[in-house]
């Protein structure tokens, strides 16, 4: 079984830079999640879709940042314009149900450096 | 606000010893419980999880111990192995009865062990 795929691997910008990541979740899952994790913190979470339909997104900063999954099966997740404080790994996760608190597939991250 | 703290960054243990890692809440409407391992350049994975209706969960060399009234709960490995190095992160939900059911994560534990 294919895991949960993220591209790129590693993203270097200057701030006030866009950036965009992608993920591709377990065929079949229905919940995909973008998560934020700061060195030395726990992952946050930014959004849950539920299919195409967003769940939750009370944590994302939507001045800035944007998310979408189209047919849902792929997402992005774009930062217009980016700050130094978004210097983070960006993990996408996704689950066969509905619920954010079952086992949780995560990718291997997008690791973003703001300069 | 951290709802979610594991106060030792790092633990250090001989191959073959017991491996005890903590967590503790402050959200009493936390019921649920998740550990997750973390590899360097990897997303988490999942490792074993407890309901609050139990007291202790077992997988293997895998044992989570819940202490409800002091919102404590522990991560022991036994015998711990080469293997267990890693990022062990704790995690807490709430009900998802009530549409609680977001995951808050510690900032994580890091073992090491020593052969």
């Known amino acids: 079984e294919a895991g949960v795929a993220q591209s790129p691997r590693y993203k270097i910008i200057e701030k006030r830079q866009s950036v965009a990541f992608w993920c591709n979740p377990i065929s079949g899952h229905a919940t995909l999640y973008w998560y934020q994790q700061i060195l030395g913190q726990g992952p946050k979470l930014l959004i849950q879709?539920?299919?195409?339909?967003?769940?939750?997104d009370s944590q994302l900063p939507k001045d800035r940042f944007s998310a979408e999954r189209l047919k849902g099966v792929d997402s992005t997740l774009k930062i217009q314009p980016a700050k130094l404080e978004d210097s983070a790994v960006y993990l996408c996760?996704?689950?066969?149900?509905?619920?954010?608190?079952?086992?949780?597939?995560f990718g291997s991250g997008t690791q973003l450096s703001v300069l | 606000d951290q709802q979610v703290k594991q106060n030792s960054p790092s633990l250090s243990v001989q191959e073959g010893r017991i491996s005890i890692l903590n967590c503790d809440y402050t959200?009493?409407?936390?019921?649920?419980f998740l550990w997750y391992k973390k590899y360097p350049a990897e997303g988490p994975t999942f490792l074993i999880s407890?309901?609050?209706?139990?007291d202790k969960n077992e997988d293997g060399r895998f044992t989570v111990f819940l202490n409800k009234s002091a919102k404590h709960l522990s991560l022991h490995i036994v015998p711990s192995q080469p293997g267990d190095s890693a990022v062990y992160f704790c995690a807490a939900s709430g009900d998802s009865n009530f549409g609680n059911e977001k995951l808050t994560f510690g900032t994580g534990t890091r073992l090491t062990i020593i052969p």
């Open positions: 407890i309901s609050s209706i139990k």
């Open positions: 959200n009493s409407m936390f019921d649920y």
């Open positions: 879709f539920q299919n195409n339909g967003v769940v939750d």
């Open positions: 996760a996704s689950s066969l149900g509905r619920r954010s608190n079952e086992k949780l597939f």
